[in-house]
């Protein structure tokens, strides 16, 4: 019996292996963050940097909603912030792609549109970032508060993200290096 067979699965499974090692080392080198896709959303929290126009005042963060790319997102994070979200704000957001609004425990309070002048997407996250669920919210006049739809999660959520329609990525919230 030959032993050339045996001699040559050795050596193509040695260079697949080396292959995974060379691949693996490249990426931890070029990425600055390689395990910010595992980090959780409060830890993306605690990594944030003033806001600028036209959220002074605010904080700033930067996600990844979907692995799909790094979102620049403004932060509400107490009950004021909240409550005015993108109030007086959709039509122009500056530099960011959104908001992003965190509440201190698990939440099932509505949205709504409420002197909302454009339409918003908004997603709602657990404390792990996994997604709840998705809306396509629409404008709703001042004038007819009483009267705008509410928006709800499918659950409990930690978390919700509002951007202009068709910026939402799908998927989960993680951590992103910025560019």
């Known amino acids: 019996m030959s032993r050339r067979p045996v001699v040559i699965t050795s050596v193509v499974v040695a260079v697949v292996v080396l292959a995974v090692v060379v691949v693996a080392l490249l990426d931890d080198a070029f990425d600055p963050d390689p395990h910010a ?3 959780p959303v409060g830890l993306i929290l605690a990594r944030a940097a003033p806001a600028v126009a036209p959220f002074e005042g605010l904080s700033e963060v930067h996600a990844s909603i979907g ?3 790094c979102l620049r997102l403004v932060v509400a994070d107490s009950e004021a912030e909240r409550v005015a979200g993108l109030r007086d704000h959709a039509a122009d957001l500056g530099p960011y792609d959104g908001m992003l609004f965190e509440f201190p425990a698990p939440s ?3 949205f709504t549109m409420s002197g909302v002048t454009d339409p ?3 997603a709602f996250f657990d404390q792990d970032g996994a997604r709840n ?3 396509a919210m629409k404008p709703c006049p001042a004038k007819a508060e009483n009267q705008c739809p509410v928006y709800r999660a ?3 959520y930690a978390y919700a993200v509002e951007t202009k329609p068709g910026q939402l990525p799908s998927g989960p ?3 992103c290096a910025p560019s």
Do not use: F, P, V
Request: glycine fraction near 10%; charged fraction near 25%; charge should be negative.
């Open 67 to 69: 692995y799909e790319r």
């Open 120 to 122: 918003l997407d908004i």
């Open 37 to 39: 896709g595992r980090m």
């Open 133 to 135: 669920s998705t809306h």
């Open 154 to 156: 499918d659950g409990q």
């Open 173 to 175: 919230i993680t951590a």
């Open 108 to 110: 099932s309070a509505a």
